[in-house]
């Protein structure tokens, strides 16, 4: 498996802070369409669905889950859009 890349190693960021499901994976789905293929999504939420409900939105649309850092409260996820 991949390391988790490092805060602000992004080459976009989402702070959903606040939101609740399914909110997030909405938000993150519309990101990730807009993005190319290879970028990296980095994302931070406060509801801690997303630590499930991130890995299986990857694997529905066909991108790669590289995990989380748990920071308190606060899940900071990382996606990379499309597969390696």
């Known amino acids: 498996m991949d390391p ?3 805060q602000g190693s992004g080459d976009k960021y989402l ?3 606040g939101l ?3 909110i997030p994976v909405v938000k993150v789905s519309e990101c990730l369409s807009d993005m190319g293929d290879g970028k990296l999504l980095e994302v931070i939420a406060d509801d801690q669905g997303v630590k499930a409900d991130f890995p299986a939105l990857c694997t529905s649309i066909g991108c790669k889950w590289l995990g989380f850092v748990q920071e308190g409260r606060i899940v900071r996820a990382f ?5 390696e």
């Open 4 to 6: 988790i890349p490092n």
């Open 15 to 17: 702070d959903l802070t």
């Open 20 to 22: 609740l499901c399914p």
């Open 79 to 83: 996606i990379r859009k499309g597969r």
